[in-house]
């Protein structure tokens, strides 16, 4: 079947510090890969994406690389800051049941606290 | 100007009532959705829907059920509330290209507690 899996959290860091969240997935086909981030009282929003194999996606200084040899869509950072403290969500899309519509799959989230 | 919006943020209610969840989006997309993120974060599809029609419906009891007036809504109605349906309900909205590439945008959640 399709699954994630994801680092157990907490994770806790000082600011500026480098920051990794392991993902590794499981899937049929050809998934599309995401990293979601949710601050707190927040609903999720799209930190990035990648969407085939080598890909490497970015956005605020976060990124993460698709690779299909070891199936896995780490989250990186250089230099981490106390408004990054928010949970992560690794997440795959794979298209439902061959038809269409793609169903995104979430990894159960990492919650990473950056203090000053 | 916000893009998915839910009604209530809060809900708290007794077991065995029924309760209604609204969501809607003006981002003119296509697909919408309902999640369920656990006490542990762990969050899960419901239900999607596109233009009006169903087209994910995932191992949910059938005291609930989803609604769409028109594609910009997506409501979810449950029956006779449970102690274990206490959790955050994310609605979510997608642009129908099709394939796995699609981003959702996601509302800001309701709260539902069941006494």
């Known amino acids: 079947g399709n699954s994630v899996t994801q680092m157990e959290g907490p994770v806790t860091l000082s600011e500026e510090a480098f920051l990794t969240i392991n993902c590794t997935y499981t899937?049929?086909?050809?998934?599309?890969l995401f990293w979601y981030v949710q601050y707190p009282g927040e609903g999720l929003q799209l930190l990035l994406k990648a969407t085939k194999a080598d890909d490497k996606g970015s956005n605020k200084g976060f990124e993460a690389t698709y690779r299909k040899e070891t199936t896995s869509f780490h989250l990186e950072k250089g230099s981490v800051q106390v408004s990054d403290s928010a949970v992560y969500f690794c997440a795959l899309s794979v298209l439902y049941y061959g038809g269409s519509q793609g169903n995104l799959i979430f990894g159960k989230g990492t919650k990473l606290s950056v203090k000053p | 100007d916000t893009a998915v919006s839910q009604t209530p943020k809060y809900l708290v209610t007794q077991m065995g009532n029924d309760k209604s969840i609204k969501c809607e989006q003006n981002?003119?997309?296509?697909?919408m959705y309902w999640y369920k993120q656990d006490s542990k974060k762990f969050l899960k599809i419901m239900f999607s829907y596109n233009n009006k029609e169903l087209i994910i419906n995932e191992t949910v009891p059938n005291r609930f059920s989803p609604k769409s007036p028109d594609k910009a809504h997506l409501n979810l109605h449950i029956n006779s509330l449970e102690l274990g349906d206490s959790a955050v309900y994310f609605c979510?909205?997608?642009?129908?290209?099709?394939?796995?590439?699609?981003?959702?945008?996601f509302g800001p959640g309701t709260r539902l507690l069941v006494l």
């Open positions: 981002l003119g997309h296509d697909t």
């Open positions: 979510a909205s997608s642009q129908d290209l099709g394939g796995t590439q699609e981003t959702q945008y």
């Open positions: 899937a049929t086909g050809y998934p599309s």
